[in-house]
């Protein structure tokens, strides 16, 4: 009886620190993002995040022809990284973010984690970005 105890209890530990891997660690997805940054700014209560928020403009609309922009919330990790965007608000910036299942108070309030930036360019718009 005592190995079935165990057992059991070793399989309930094995799949408790599975979904915690899955949910909080796992990247689910990587990639590129650009827009024009809107803000990027310190907060927290206890942990203290880096947040921001970029506005992507793009043909999404089911009318002809029509714009539609998209906001894209973020947090950020390395103090080197957020110092560059914030001191790059309202041009268009190209993101380098991993995306995860579920946030970590430490890690920030957003799923979307920018871990490096790929190009910061004055101009506003799609059409600034360098062809």
């Known amino acids: 009886m005592k190995k079935i105890v165990t057992w059991i209890t070793i399989v309930i530990v094995a799949v408790i620190v599975g979904f915690f891997y899955f949910r909080f660690f796992f990247v689910y997805g ?8 809107n803000y990027v700014v310190k907060s927290g209560y206890l942990f203290k995040t880096y947040e921001g928020k970029m506005i992507q403009v793009g043909f999404g609309s089911k009318m002809a022809g029509a714009l539609q922009s998209h906001e894209f919330n973020f947090s950020v990790v390395g ?3 957020a110092q560059q965007l914030m001191l790059s608000g309202s041009k268009t910036v190209e993101l380098h973010y991993k995306e995860y299942f579920g946030g970590l108070p430490w890690r920030g309030d957003s799923r979307f984690v920018v871990d490096s930036i790929i190009a910061i ?7 600034s970005f360098p062809k």
Not at 121 to 127: C, D, E, K, L, Q
């Open 30 to 37: 990587q990639g590129v993002s650009a827009g024009e940054l």
């Open 79 to 81: 103090d080197s990284v």
């Open 121 to 127: 360019n004055a101009g506003t718009g799609p059409s």
